[in-house]
């Protein structure tokens, strides 16, 4: 992200900005017919970006307007919110009310919503939605989270291999309800998934050919449970504009398409960035609850206090050997600043590694971590040269410059190879991996470069206490 | 990232995974011919995935002969190989082999690749290309970094309003070199762009209506110089396979097709968490080079140092007023750990915010501020009691217990206020945000975190003392 603000305002902006300031003038005069006016005539992805502008009182008395006159548009403004925004909203509607908005938009976007609500909400709301016959939610909520089996769109498109292309032309101008259609899926009597073709190759060839004839066999396919972060990976690999999903027996089930899959890999993407500071998305959720917020990050904090606890006595107790040399204090902060930042960053490469799927051959972690030591090394040695110069500059001690720059080039690497290591280590366990280079490891950091720094100086002791 | 590894191991996995130890197998046996008929049956995308599980030689033995046997083909691996590796084989191409590649490629994919090179390669390179007449690399490379114009395919395809669908089909039909089409856009007499439509709209009309009839006038589009990463945010908003690229008179110049958007949007998310730990994306071109990568990690590295020396010489000058109250000490990793914790929260939410667009409404960010500090409040609150518990506990000092507790209390959300607010500040001035958040403003929070503590145990002096 080098530049956050766009480099020219698009024109999208600019839309945006009228909306916003002709939706506030007209509430302020409460010309509700000309709000009315005004949203019949708008995108819902742009009312949903200029709700966020309103405070909340104004945003519910445009989102009621919506509910009564644009009931349709209503469901993919809710879609398009903030997830904090969206709770609020929710939260001042019937259940009825909801669950009428649900019914109208596409099942992923319904399951979509349902799944970013608080657990007591959601299940009130699958009752009523279970009442309705929504049943497709139902079966999709089944799937694990984060699978493919959650994101796919159930509503897809797809023709035995035997029809021709003239008629797949006719079945394509007759199913008006699919939204966007730019791959044919071909499957076989039994519904299972054997091929797959364009519609652009349907318009290049002979109106007689039968499917089977110009499809491409080979389908780039998930499977249900298939990780929703290998579904992206595998539409950007590829390039493709929507993923097929199959169930165990190659039935075709559903479809991912990129729109979500974009979806996914800002979350993702999100959630790693708010993981590695020790927090979580639902952050985004309970923005606007203080308490909620502090509570989501209160458990990691309290490990850190822990650490930072258990890190503050070693350091009491090993001065404490050494009453007469409180300079010894000066590079305390240096010894624990610098391998934690080492750390974080073999973390955070690891982490970007791992989501690009690179540790998948088997000699490509130990070159990794590698790697990583050799650089802290590198930064170790530069650090400690430096920090021992400035040791000697401030007390003219060799020693201590001795103790501090061997410190460093000790704990730097050490940080360096718990950074590298735990990361792929906990998505091997299934855990976590973005956890790892927050506050947790920055506390295990402190322990060590402390561990490390006393030691030394305890060699060094009787020098430096001269 | 909550699980790195798939749920189920997808088909191409194991497509990968078999295509890896087949080929190992031929290379070991030196049978060329084999491998050479084994790399013409698969697709680009998965030889340049599997040829990451080889070694540097293997990989150019590879390489050499796709470029022999399938020139076409060996243009796609290179575009789908991760930067390190794709460099390492670069250089040991000659510049003409590697213009020769660059040419069989599309504009826009060359230009992905040229940039992601080194400057010196990048300039060899530029003057061969020119030489060949790939004028277009040329001039997609004057547009600013990181800008729709840099990104864009300029092979695009549109139509004046004035042609019917028929005719359109027909020369759909025709244009058998452009790749994905999906959309058509549609353009006055002097290339203006009026309109959109689609494949399936065309589908659906009659053939002698013109496409001023049917197409939307109303399009979403973005100018040349409009940053990568709001050209991301429009697709993703409004859900496009493809946005049109205009220049300064709304003249069509080309289009960002969306599997080039999911790529920038992953890439923007790599840099943020790199950046966010005090390094950068050259960190994935240079991997293998231990010094390059300790270059790119110095600068920042040296004003930690500094920092952290501040810090240290603060830490030892305000002890030293303390000789009998070693025990201070025991708190001083939490001072210094818990208001960065919290300030690298604030911030880390901050830069997902900014890449949200959520601070468009002018009341949005000092609400945002508010929230994170009202947040530390809580948590400060919460762990200031802790802490002074455990001095209670500790040392059974009352005023020790104060001077942790309210320093905790003070100083997490002086911390939450600087990380909130640093991040939104530094896109307003046009620098990285991701930086904020990063060592250099841990070292910040720990100089913050002294200054409160020490000035409050001052406060209590002569009692701490006794």
Known sequence: ??????????????????????????????????????LGRVRPED???????????????????????????????LTGMEPARRLALLE???????????????????????????????DQLLELVDLRELTGVQAQLAYPEHSAGRLMDTGLFALPETVTVRDSIAAIQEKRDVEMIFY?????????????????????SKPETPLSEIMQRSVIKVHVETDQEEVARQ?????????????????????????????????????????MAGTSEGELLYE????????????QMLISLAGLLATGVLLASFQ????????????????????????????????????????????????????????????????????????????????LGAAVGLALLVAMPLAALVGALTPPLLARLRLDPAVASGPLLLAVHDVLGILVYFALASVFLRHLAG
Request: proline share 5%.
């Open 1 to 38: 992200m080098l530049f956050c603000r766009p480099l020219m305002e698009t024109s999208s902006d600019r839309r945006q900005e009228v909306l916003a300031e002709t939706l506030a003038r007209f509430l302020a005069r409460g010309a509700h017919a000309n709000v009315t006016k005004l």
């Open 47 to 77: 009312v949903a970006a200029v709700l966020e502008r309103f405070d909340a009182a104004e945003r519910l008395d445009i989102f009621r307007l919506l509910i009564s006159d644009f009931p349709d548009s209503a469901g993919d403004v």
């Open 92 to 122: 001042e509607l019937t259940p009825e009310q909801i669950a009428g908005l649900l019914e109208r938009i596409p099942v992923d976007d319904a399951v979509f919503v349902l799944e970013s609500l608080p657990p007591a909400l959601h």
């Open 184 to 204: 044919l899926y071909v499957t076989d009597r039994d519904g299972h998934l054997i091929g797959v073709t364009s519609l652009r190759q349907l318009l290049m």
């Open 235 to 275: 539409a950007s690999r590829y390039d493709l504009l929507a993923v097929p999903v199959v169930d165990d027996h190659n039935h075709l089930v559903g479809i991912v398409t990129v729109d979500d899959i974009i979806d996914v890999v800002q979350e993702e993407a999100a959630d790693d960035l708010l993981r």
């Open 288 to 299: 606007g609850r203080v308490l909620r917020v502090a509570r989501l990050r209160l458990p």
């Open 320 to 399: 404490s050997r050494f009453p007469d040399a409180l300079f010894l204090l000066a590079f305390v902060p240096v010894i624990m600043g610098l391998p934690g930042s080492v750390g974080g960053q073999a973390a955070a490469v690891a982490l970007r590694d791992l989501a690009a799927g690179q540790f998948a051959g088997s000699g490509n972690l130990p070159a990794f971590v590698g790697r990583q030591l050799k650089v802290a090394g590198v930064l170790g040695l530069a650090c400690g040269v430096l920090a021992a110069a400035a040791a000697l500059a401030f007390q003219r001690n060799p020693w």
